[in-house]
């Protein structure tokens, strides 16, 4: 059965970087042709997809956040990560890793994490 | 960018039916997906392109997609229905998933 873990720090200070990594159970990221990304959700608020990258690298962003966001793939620790620079307290949310339901970026996401609550504050 | 408007809340009793609209401009067009969250949790697709159900939804969740809205009915409420229910399409004009504002069904 497939699982996405998210780890990363859970306070960052506004201005800097947040990094998050997803790691993979149950399947490995480098056998399979699914787009593999990332998904927030600020408190009390609705979901916004960040963005999303294949095995290969290839990348797909929100073109809100595109200037800020970096999604990189790790196929060797069957990990990818998300890189947001430039913070501010309108980044807090939940953070989700989640994967399609198909082998499309364009399909619907059938995997989740189960979400880490990152927050901007100095 | 396109937009996905749902209303905000809807309320029903159980064992009625309840129906959650996504409007888009011509969303029709487009496949449509649905996800139910309850709080602390992360969503579950619960109907995807339209009207096709995952294994282990029940037949009282179904989907339709014509003109400028979609709409997710839920027929014979539970209480366990009781969640926060997000429309979502790719924008193949931008290349990015949308998701709608969400609707918090409430049962009565």
């Known amino acids: 059965q497939l699982q996405l873990q998210e780890s990363g720090p859970g306070l960052v200070k506004p201005s800097e970087t947040l990094s998050l990594t997803c790691t993979v159970s149950g399947g490995s990221i480098s056998s399979s042709s699914y787009y593999w990304g990332w998904i927030r959700q600020p408190p009390g608020k609705g979901l916004e997809w960040i963005g999303s990258i294949y095995y290969s690298g290839s990348t797909y962003y929100n073109p809100s956040l595109k200037s800020r966001v970096t999604i990189s793939v790790d196929t060797s620790k069957n990990q990818f990560s998300l890189k947001l620079s430039s913070v501010t307290a309108a980044d807090t949310a939940v953070y989700y890793c989640a994967r399609p339901f198909a082998e499309v970026v364009t399909a619907p996401v059938q995997h989740w994490g189960q979400g880490t609550l990152v927050t901007v504050s100095s | 960018s396109y937009v996905l408007t749902q209303p905000p809340s809807v309320s029903v009793a159980p064992g009625k039916t309840a129906r959650i609209t996504c409007g888009g401009n011509n969303i029709g067009s487009k496949s449509v997906h649905w996800y139910q969250q309850k709080p602390g949790q992360a969503p579950v697709l619960v109907i995807y392109?339209?009207?096709d159900r995952p294994s282990g939804i029940p037949e009282r969740f179904s989907g339709s997609n014509s003109g400028n809205t979609a709409t997710l009915t839920i027929s014979r409420v539970e209480a366990g229905d009781e969640a926060d229910y997000y429309c979502?399409?790719?924008?193949?004009?931008?290349?990015?998933?949308?998701f709608g504002t969400g609707t918090k069904v409430t049962v009565l």
């Open positions: 392109y339209d009207s």
């Open positions: 979502q399409v790719w924008d193949s004009s931008s290349d990015h998933r949308v």
